[in-house]
Every structure is written in structure tokens, then in C-alpha cells.
């Protein structure tokens, strides 16, 4: 592992990344390091992904990465959450990432959408930034809200609205409505 102490979650993401790449997973970071790149700057001490898997999947990785020497947590929800799963990915120093199985409401397409950063000179699949806008959304914390409204203020007229719409849809009505409702802000 790349991680040599606390603080280091986006090392500790490297790692993970590149072992869902040798598995051929789809995956796209999301969350403070999401934001960041979509110009909405704040502090994290973890890591976020989303994969394109199900709770299924997410066991098997978990005994990939804990032969690897991470720490795993399978976190697994009931029937109403909206995530299934969710392996926790931790090192000796308290770094953390989180990978969630899917999103209900995520279009299967926010993976081909997904941008190619680079981090520490490695190349990164980031959430696309109107997948990004409506899975904040979706969420809809108070930080969630505030990120959404940022990233749609930076974006300005380059905001594929067509697609954003279509996506907070796919979320559910109060979706729809908060985007309708922050657009007209």
C-alpha cells in the first residue's frame, strides 16, 4: 500500500482503483474529491466510489481486497435503502474509501460519462458533472444541496440541462423538483 499515515484516503483510493481496474470493474469516484473536481472545494477525510455492481459483487471484491492486506467492512442494506451495499476499505493508519454498490435511480450510463482525471499521476474516473449534480441531489443533505448549487453556478452555460433533467428524473419526483427549484434560483 501506497498510505505511510493518517490522511492519506487518496492513496489509500489508488490502491483500491487499481485493483477494481485489474477486476474490470466499472467504477467513478464521487463524494469531496467528485466535488473538488467539478470546482467545489471541501474538506474529506475519506474516499467515495460508486461501482457497477451489486451486493453480490461487492462480496467477492471484499475477499480480493482483504487478501491484499486491506481492512474490509461489507455493510450490506435492506430493501428501502437506496444503496445495497457498501464495503468500507481501510489501511493500519485510519485512512478510509468507501465503495458503494450502485445507486437506485443512477443511469448505468453515468459510468461511460465519467471523466479521466489524473491524481498523483495516475489516471481517475470521476462522476460526470451532471451525474454528479443529481446524485447530490438525490441525497439532498445540507452539504449535498450546497455542493449541487456550486457545480451548477461554475458550470454556467456549459450545464447540459437535457441530461441533468433527465437524470434527477430517474431519481424520483423531489429530486426533479429540487433541481427545478435551484435552476430557477
Not at 468500507?88 to 479521466?116: C, K, M, Q
Amino acid at each position: 500500500m501506497r498510505t505511510k499515515g493518517p490522511g492519506e484516503s487518496g492513496l489509500l483510493l489508488l490502491d483500491a482503483v487499481a485493483l477494481l481496474t485489474e477486476a474490470g470493474m466499472p467504477y467513478a469516484v464521487i463524494g469531496a474529491m467528485a466535488a473538488a473536481v467539478h470546482g467545489v472545494i471541501r474538506a474529506s477525510v475519506d474516499a467515495d466510489v460508486i461501482l457497477s455492481a451489486d451486493a453480490a459483487a461487492l462480496r467477492r471484491l471484499e475477499k480480493r481486497f482483504a487478501a491484499v492486506a486491506f481492512q474490509t467492512q461489507l455493510r450490506e442494506g435492506d430493501l428501502e435503502d437506496p444503496i445495497p451495499a457498501v464495503l468500507v476499505l481501510g489501511d493500519a493508519h485510519g485512512n478510509r474509501v468507501d465503495l458503494l454498490a450502485g445507486l437506485r435511480g443512477l443511469e448505468p450510463a453515468a459510468f461511460s460519462r465519467a471523466i479521466t482525471v489524473p491524481f498523483q499521476g495516475q489516471p481517475l474516473r470521476v462522476i460526470g458533472r451532471e451525474d454528479f449534480i443529481a446524485m447530490k441531489i438525490f441525497a439532498s443533505g445540507p452539504a449535498d444541496m450546497m455542493d449541487a448549487r456550486a457545480a451548477i453556478r461554475l458550470a454556467g452555460d456549459s450545464l447540459d440541462l437535457t441530461l441533468l433533467r433527465r437524470l434527477a428524473e430517474r431519481y424520483g419526483r423531489p429530486t426533479r423538483d429540487a433541481l427545478e427549484a435551484m435552476l430557477r434560483d
